[in-house]
């Protein structure tokens, strides 16, 4: 019970940062577009700007996803969910979220070797090693996994009548 609210506690707080960064990250897409278009009218355009911004959208794609499955937000087909009883359907939210996390797992241990397989790869415009732009996959999915687990871990209480879901 003690882990189980812990866990709760801690995709919590990986939400609330990841909400944070994905602000920062907008921020910084909407500044940097707006210094390349002033810049392209009266200078001459930033050559990094677009690459920055491409990079800043995957980060905030990924992070955004997992703030989305926290919140229950993704697209999805409920109709045996709608008619199932209580029971049989927390049962069947458990089985999806546990095919969800074996999903986000494979997607952190793939992330992971192409992240490694990286090398010195460089960026074009701004010269930055690529694996820091890779690295989001295996840390967006991490954060699926464990809002995924979170998710499980409260229909399994939800189930057992110990807490609510």
Known sequence: MV??????????????????????????MVIITGAQIVCRIFFTALAWSQEATRYLLIWSTLFGAGCVYKSSGHISISVLQDVLPGKAKDVLQIVIHVLCMILFGLIVFYGIQ??????????????????????????????????????AL????????KEEA
């Open 114 to 151: 192409y992240f490694g397989k990286q090398g010195n790869q460089l960026s074009a415009a701004m010269r930055l090693p690529m694996r820091y732009v890779y690295i989001c996959i295996p840390i967006g999915s991490g954060l699926m996994f464990f809002h995924a687990l979170d998710a």
């Open 3 to 28: 882990i189980v609210r812990g866990i709760h506690k801690l995709s919590d707080i990986l939400d609330k940062i990841a909400e944070v960064m994905i602000v920062v990250m907008l921020g910084a």
């Open 154 to 161: 409260g229909c399994v209480m939800h189930l057992l009548g």
